[in-house]
T-cell receptor, first 115, second 115 residues
Framework: DQQVKQNSPSLSVQEGRISILNCDYTNSMFDYFLWYKKYPAEGPTFLISISSIKDKNEDGRFTVFLNKSAKHLSLHIVPSQPGDSAVYFCAASGGRTGTASKLTFGTGTRLQVTL | DTGVSQDPRHKITKRGQNVTFRCDPISEHNRLYWYRQTLGQGPEFLTYFQNEAQLEKSRLLSDRFSAERPKGSFSTLEIQRTEQGDSAMYLC?????????????FGSGTRLTVV
């Protein structure tokens, strides 16, 4: 049962344009959401997070939007740069354990930013 | 501090052999996590320590898997009688706490290939 879903396995965007990566979740107990970026042969790197009490969080070129009623979040990257090319994972915590000690990850979206 | 360190980076083993991986977390982090990532999937939670106490184990962690964190410092993950299905990237992460300060810091992982 995939509780966090990233339905787009890949995305190609031109440099300077906006990249929008989407994520859906099914577990209504999730209360904290994160995005990680992963380059080949490296571990995931934290990018940005959002608590369920907010609907938007911004950090430089990166903005995460949360729509709790739709159980949907998205990551916007503006403007996109070639160095942003990587696999992006959406992750969520909370759930039935209530400890927020583990993350449930989506399957990832490979972003390619072209020149 | 050089971040989360994992050793070895790569391990090739024959089916039926035992393997052990080591993780050295960021020194001031009291939480340590093990995840497994297979091709095309996001990281899946295996187990979690707070200091030396193993607080949660996933159902993915069969009896052949054991993890320890003596003295609340480094951690080891042992797989006994390896099977081809154990081939994956094993990721270690550490944190002070989850939520509000950016989640985990992951290591670069140990890639296990069982032949």
């Amino acid at each position: 049962d995939q509780q966090v879903k990233q339905n787009s396995p890949s995305l190609s965007v031109q440099e300077g344009r906006i990249s929008i990566l989407n994520c859906d979740y099914t577990n209504s107990m999730f209360d904290y959401f994160l995005w990680y970026k992963k380059y080949p042969a490296e571990g995931p790197t934290f990018l940005i997070s959002i608590s369920s009490i907010k609907d938007k969080n911004e950090d430089g070129r990166f903005t995460v939007f949360l729509n709790k009623s739709a159980k949907h979040l998205s990551l916007h990257i503006v403007p996109s740069q070639p160095g942003d090319s990587a696999v992006y994972f959406c992750a969520a915590s909370g759930g039935r354990t209530g400890t927020a000690s583990k993350l449930t990850f989506g399957t990832g979206t490979r972003l390619q930013v072209t020149l | 501090d050089t971040g989360v360190s994992q050793d070895p980076r790569h391990k090739i083993t024959k089916r039926g052999q035992n393997v052990t991986f080591r993780c050295d977390p960021i020194s001031e982090h009291n939480r340590l996590y093990w995840y497994r990532q297979t091709l095309g999937q996001g990281p899946e939670f295996l187990t979690y320590f707070q200091n030396e106490a193993q607080l949660e184990k996933s159902r993915l962690l069969s009896d052949r898997f054991s993890a320890e964190r003596p003295k609340g410092s480094f951690s080891t993950l042992e797989i006994q009688r390896t099977e081809q299905g154990d081939s994956a990237m094993y990721l270690c992460a550490s944190s002070l706490k989850l939520g509000g300060i950016g989640g985990y810091t992951f290591g670069s992982g140990t890639r296990l290939t069982v032949v």
